[in-house]
Each structure stands twice: as structure tokens, then as C-alpha cells.
């Protein structure tokens, strides 16, 4: 069983949960709302900050939560496009959130579309043979607090770069839960997390604006559709046919196309919006034209937008992109069918720039460090 924290990170709580703990220390419950207001809307770094809350009521929080579960470790820019941020939970585990700055034609960088990639696990037992994150497995699921902290911290990091005007979330264009780990395999603590970020007491960040991911967990697919606040939905398909989904994705075994792509219906059905389909190009295992009219099958069956991402080296991982001509023509049997489908071009390579490196290779030289002394 995972160790939990000293203190109960306070981005993990609810209104309702947070009124209640106040009640029962005999504070009046308007308090909760005015403690969330410091952490979502005046962004207090300190419990000092915090000074319409009697002394007492603030002693008391510090000895009960953590203020800021997630601290920054670094920031790495990539050409104005991306921000990785490197952040380290209470036990020292890395996760990775990423700001993604996708240029708009000719509007420039300012009116860029803005998204955020959050994680929910640190690593991943799923398996998938091409990612870095899953490579060392599993090592816990996140807590909702740790989960809505990215987004904190990724609001400071904005902060950083516009020093004038303090960055809203509202200002991002989307949130995708598509980083390191499995969402739908940490599912109460992803919903709790959402509904903070949701909540107008909380982040106030739209749900149709949120995209969660999976790699297959059909159940919790059904589950998600069921959800009230009507998140959307992008599952990784990586392979148009069991045989080759299989081989990169032990998931395929347990859910294959039979038991997925109907849940995937199912899901578009009940909100009435395209789900995305996400297919990351690998030269020589899901590149082939074969590969390519198998997926615009199931993408118009499904009405579903297809996301084709040409694959980014992991070291230690023999898996390859393929050329761009060979991308193109992938793009075009889907486009030529009326397909909606994007290929993300050059700056994909940085965007994507394989998720969950940066933090392998910190990990991996922490543990060097260690070996060394
Ligand atoms: S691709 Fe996603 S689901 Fe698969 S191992 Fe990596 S993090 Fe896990």
C-alpha cells in the first residue's frame, strides 16, 4: 500500500469537505470558502497571506494540509512552444506537467492555442512498448490534490513569463489528462481532481474544455460517459487492428477492438461530440497503408477525429518515426475518405518531445548521484 503524507494536501479538498473539517473545529463554515478564494482566486503562496483568517485558523491549517503539494524542480522552455515542468511530489517521485503553445497561421506566438498536460500516476503499469513513462512501471497513483496542483504551478509558471498580468487558467484554451499514467486507472482521485478544477469555487476551468485519455480501459470508458460534468474523450489507439494494438499494448489483450471501439461509440452517442482517436506513427510497426484503411474504417464508423503523431525517440527504445513522406501518405488515406484528421508537423517533435523523458532522465541521474556517493 502507498505511504500517505505527513498532511492532507489542501488542493485535494472539496467545498463540501473542507466546510466540514472547519465545522468540527468549531469554526463557522464560510471559512472554507474563504480559505479556497486564497488558494484559487488570490493564489497565496503562504498561509501568512491569508490574513482575513484568524491566527488561530490559519495554525491550524498549517498543521493540517500542505499548501502546495507539487514543488517546482525545473522549467524547461523548448523554443517558445513548450514548457516542461518538473515536479516533485512528497515521497521525491518526478512527474511531468507540459504547457504546449501550438502557433496559430499567420497570427504568431501571442494567439497561440494554449493547452495543459497534466498527469495523474507517477509511471504506468500499462505497458505500452514505445513510452518512456511506462518503462519503470507503476510506482503510485497521485492524490487529487497532487493532480489539481499542476495546474497551480503552471499558472506561477505563467505568471513568470507575463510578470504583469497574473495568468488565469481560463486563459488556456484546454486541459488533456494525457500525461504520464493511465487516468481512467486512478479514476476517483482523477474525478475529485476534475471537479476542483471545474468548480467555481475552485479552478473554474470549463469540462468540455477538459480531454481525458485512456489507453483502452473500455469499462471506465462507459463509466466516464456517465460522468455528469461531459468531459471529452481521446483514446489512444496506436494500432487500427488487434494484431498490431497488441503488440504495443498489453491493454489489447484485456480490451481488444471488439470490446473498445463499442464503448468509444458509446461514448460519442451520449455526448453528441467527436471523440479523438490518437495514433502515434512508428516506422515499420503501424506506418503501413494497411494500417492506414483499417483505422479510416474504424474512424468513420466511430465519426471520430483522428490525431496522428509521429513518434518521438526514447533512448534505450528501438522504435523509430517515419519519414515524413511516409506520414503524408498515412494522412492522406484518411483525408481522401473525408476523414477528420490531423498530422502534427516539425513542431511536434518538440511538443511531444516524448513524455516522460525529462523525468526518466532526472530520475536516472539522481540515481546515479546516489550510486556515487
Ligand atoms: S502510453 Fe500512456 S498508458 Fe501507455 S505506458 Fe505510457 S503513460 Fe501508460
Request: net charge neutral; with cysteine; aromatic share 6%.
Amino acid at each position: 500500500m502507498t505511504p500517505a503524507p505527513a498532511k492532507r494536501p489542501l488542493t485535494g479538498e472539496t467545498l463540501d469537505s473542507l466546510r466540514l473539517a472547519v465545522a468540527e473545529r468549531g469554526e463557522p463554515e464560510f471559512r472554507a470558502k474563504q480559505i479556497l478564494d486564497w488558494v484559487y482566486k488570490k493564489r497565496a503562496r503562504s498561509w501568512d497571506e491569508m490574513t482575513n483568517l484568524p491566527k488561530g485558523l490559519r495554525a491550524w491549517l498549517a498543521d493540517t494540509f500542505t499548501l502546495m503539494p507539487a514543488s517546482l524542480v525545473l522549467n524547461r522552455h523548448s523554443a517558445d512552444v513548450t514548457d516542461k515542468l518538473l515536479l516533485e511530489l512528497w515521497d521525491k517521485s518526478l512527474i511531468e506537467t507540459v504547457i504546449i503553445r501550438a502557433p496559430q497561421e499567420g497570427v504568431g506566438m501571442e494567439c497561440s492555442r494554449k493547452t495543459i498536460c497534466i498527469s495523474t500516476q507517477v509511471g504506468c503499469a500499462m505497458g505500452c512498448v514505445f513510452c518512456a513513462s511506462g518503462l519503470a512501471g507503476l510506482r503510485r497513483d497521485m492524490s487529487a490534490g497532487e493532480i489539481v496542483a499542476q495546474l497551480l504551478q503552471v499558472c506561477y509558471a505563467e505568471d513568470e513569463r507575463t510578470p504583469r498580468a497574473r495568468a488565469e487558467l481560463a486563459s488556456f484554451d484546454n486541459i488533456v489528462v494525457m500525461g504520464m499514467g493511465e487516468p481512467l486507472a486512478n479514476y476517483e482521485a482523477l474525478m475529485r481532481a476534475l471537479t476542483i478544477v471545474n468548480a467555481d469555487w475552485g479552478l473554474g476551468f470549463g469540462a468540455r474544455r477538459i480531454t481525458v485519455s485512456t489507453s483502452g480501459l473500455a469499462p471506465k470508458i462507459a463509466r466516464l460517459a456517465d460522468e455528469a460534468l461531459g468531459f471529452r474523450l481521446a483514446v489512444s489507439l496506436h494500432g487500427a487492428t488487434d494484431e498490431v494494438r497488441s503488440r504495443i499494448m498489453p491493454v489489447n489483450k484485456a480490451y481488444p477492438l471488439p470490446k473498445l471501439l463499442p464503448a468509444i461509440r458509446a461514448f460519442g452517442e451520449r455526448h453528441g461530440r467527436m471523440v479523438t482517436l490518437e495514433f502515434i506513427l512508428i516506422e515499420d510497426v503501424n506506418d503501413s497503408l494497411e494500417q492506414a484503411r483499417a483505422l479510416r474504417d474504424i474512424a468513420l464508423d466511430l465519426h471520430a477525429h483522428v490525431n496522428l503523431i509521429p513518434y518521438n525517440t526514447v533512448e534505450g527504445l528501438p522504435w523509430r518515426r517515419p519519414d515524413a513522406v511516409r506520414q503524408q501518405a498515412f494522412a492522406d488515406v484518411l483525408r481522401k475518405s473525408g476523414v477528420s484528421a490531423t498530422l502534427r508537423r516539425e513542431k511536434g517533435h518538440e511538443i511531444a518531445a516524448a513524455c516522460g523523458q525529462l523525468r526518466l532522465k532526472t530520475e536516472r541521474e539522481r540515481a546515479g548521484g546516489e550510486d556515487s556517493t
